[in-house]
């Protein structure tokens, strides 16, 4: 069925904008990123907006609904509230124009993950990984780059000089992933804390709140990253077992090392 | 062929969409963070006022869990003329500790909860607004979370889940004692039924934490080379799932337990004997 919808979408560039009504006719079973598109077709055909195939697996229509940071072709009108629907452009990141930001924060940080180092002691024989090993990190692989957990995240959103130090959701769980992952050599525990700003995190869990892949960014890769770094600086047992294994293994060489019949 | 033009200068930074509203959330996102505030609150005003009360929290044989383990000495003489003595540690603080013994023990189960990953982001939410609520901004000029002092401190979650399973450890004691009347074994009233329940829920809560995760199996770099773990991890990821349910039922229930003991100590209520 038919109806009117008011639209209320940013327009604007870097130097000023405002809100702009529009009423498009909308059908049933749409979605916002429709109504934009009407929005183009009968009112502002140079209305900027970015966006790919309206599948939910791209990430490029990432905008804020109603105030809330969320994919346009993943929104239902029939989702909303009744009234009219604010559309804004991501809040986190330079506006390039209407509904489009510049997002390259997002790349810079990216460029800042160690690669994949397979450990040295790698045998000859190929890496045989287990199913239940996969999984665990298939979860961050489903990530969509949307950015909408970047651009939730209070940390920068609401602290833009935090950027710098601040590597942000999205590639704490890239980070995780590749910590996680039983062949990786790294440690990138500490790493994480002290360049990757993983302290910075209050563990508010929006970031989860609003992935629209469902990955549990929190629950499974912030917080099992905060108690990695735990286990390497704050834990009093785990220090106290690491210490004795350490003298253990010292006895064990300098045994060894006085030749056969010692050990 | 002309050389493309360069840039001599750097660009500026771009700008941020101008938009002035705090946010553009139309739906009533104050609620979730108020009643948090509300009942967190009302602990810790509960607590405190338990706390410092420092009277009626045994009755034979129940033991309010404010005050379990009891160790200074002056909850011996609070029970003076009982048949039943428990728990095991009355006396480990002299007399010169002459204010409530809840404060000894009172700060295991608080730091344990006040760092606990949960209420970090009910708190962080509902009181210190920081957000609020997702998407709204928050009030602080400055942010740097958790990374340097004070809440750097958080990072004592683990410390404090060691000491809390000590904890659970003698509420369960204490549980057990709940069956050990005056007259003897084997007798159970409303008040064993709730110092028992109040024990399951909180090793639920405690064994649902993300530090119980972390530390069963989720320090592991390979599941496939320690099977149970896996499994054990396997199991307590999916109560980890809940730990926000069983944070709050705990957190009700041992305030409850504690006034359900105030008020058969001070006769305000008769405890109904089961058996």
């Given at each position: 069925m038919s109806r009117e919808l008011l639209l209320r979408i940013w327009r604007g560039d870097a130097s000023g904008g405002d809100l702009v009504d529009f009423v498009v006719p909308v059908e049933e079973g749409e979605v916002v990123l429709d109504a934009v598109h009407k929005t183009q077709a009968l009112h502002a055909g140079d209305l900027a907006v970015r966006w790919n195939f309206k599948a939910g697996k791209c990430g490029s229509c990432s905008a804020e609904i109603n105030g809330h940071p969320r994919l346009m072709c993943m929104t239902r009108l029939s989702s909303l509230p009744s009234g009219p629907v604010t559309i804004t452009p991501l809040r986190t990141f330079p506006v390039i124009r209407d509904l489009v930001t510049d997002v390259s924060f997002n790349y810079e940080k990216a460029r800042q993950v160690p690669a994949f180092s397979p450990r040295p002691e790698q045998p000859v024989a190929p890496f045989i990984m287990y199913q239940q090993d996969v999984e665990r990190s298939q979860e961050f692989r489903k990530c969509i780059e949307c950015w909408l957990c970047q651009d939730v995240c209070h940390v920068i959103r609401d602290h833009e000089e935090n950027k710098p130090h601040y590597s942000g959701p999205r590639f704490f769980i890239r980070w995780a992933e590749l910590d996680m992952h039983p062949n990786d050599g790294l440690d990138r525990k500490e790493a994480l804390q002290d360049t990757q700003g993983l302290g910075y995190c209050n563990v508010t869990k929006c970031c989860t709140e609003v992935c629209p892949e469902g990955i549990k960014i929190t629950d499974n890769a912030i917080i099992p990253m905060k108690e990695r770094v735990v286990d390497a600086k704050y834990d009093p047992l785990v220090r106290f077992a690491r210490r004795r294994l350490r003298r253990a293994r010292g006895t064990a060489s300098s045994a060894t090392s006085q030749g056969p019949g010692h050990g | 062929m002309t050389a493309p033009s360069v840039p001599t200068a750097a660009p500026a930074p771009r700008a941020r969409a101008a938009i002035a509203a705090r946010t553009l959330r139309t739906d009533n996102w104050r609620k979730e963070p108020t009643i948090t505030a509300a009942v967190l609150l009302s602990f810790v005003a509960y607590a405190t006022w338990a706390a410092f009360k420092n009277a009626d929290y045994y009755k034979p044989p129940y033991l309010s869990p404010f005050y379990s383990p009891c160790m200074a000495s002056i909850c011996g003489h609070a029970r003076a003329g009982a048949t039943v003595v428990h728990p095991p540690m009355v006396g480990l603080f002299g007399p010169w500790w002459a204010i409530s013994p809840a404060i000894i023990v009172l700060i295991i189960p608080l730091g344990f909860r006040f760092t606990c990953y949960y209420y970090r982001k009910a708190y962080y939410r509902s009181i210190w607004r920081s957000p609020a609520a997702c998407a709204v901004q928050e009030p602080h000029a400055r942010y740097r979370g958790e990374s340097k002092f004070p809440l750097i401190i958080q990072n004592a979650h683990r410390w404090f889940f060691y000491l809390g399973l000590l904890l659970n450890?003698?509420?369960?004691?204490?549980?057990?004692?709940?069956?050990?009347?005056?007259?003897?074994?084997?007798?159970?009233?409303?008040?064993?039924?709730?110092?028992?329940?109040?024990?399951?829920?909180?090793?639920?809560?405690?064994?649902?934490?993300?530090?119980?995760?972390?530390?069963?199996?989720?320090?592991?770099?390979?599941?496939?080379?320690?099977?149970?773990?896996?499994?054990?991890?396997?199991?307590?990821?999916?109560?980890?799932?809940?730990?926000?349910?069983?944070?709050?039922?705990?957190?009700?229930?041992?305030?409850?337990?504690?006034?359900?003991?105030?008020?058969?100590?001070?006769?305000?209520?008769t405890d109904p004997r089961f058996f």
């Open positions: - | 450890g003698i509420l369960t004691y204490d549980a057990v004692e709940a069956f050990h009347f005056p007259s003897g074994w084997g007798h159970a009233g409303f008040g064993t039924l709730m110092l028992v329940v109040n024990a399951v829920l909180l090793w639920a809560y405690s064994l649902s934490c993300h530090a119980c995760r972390h530390i069963i199996g989720g320090r592991l770099k390979h599941f496939s080379r320690h099977p149970v773990r896996f499994r054990l991890w396997g199991i307590v990821s999916k109560w980890n799932a809940r730990h926000m349910e069983i944070a709050w039922v705990s957190l009700v229930f041992v305030a409850l337990t504690d006034l359900y003991v105030r008020l058969v100590a001070s006769g305000w209520v």
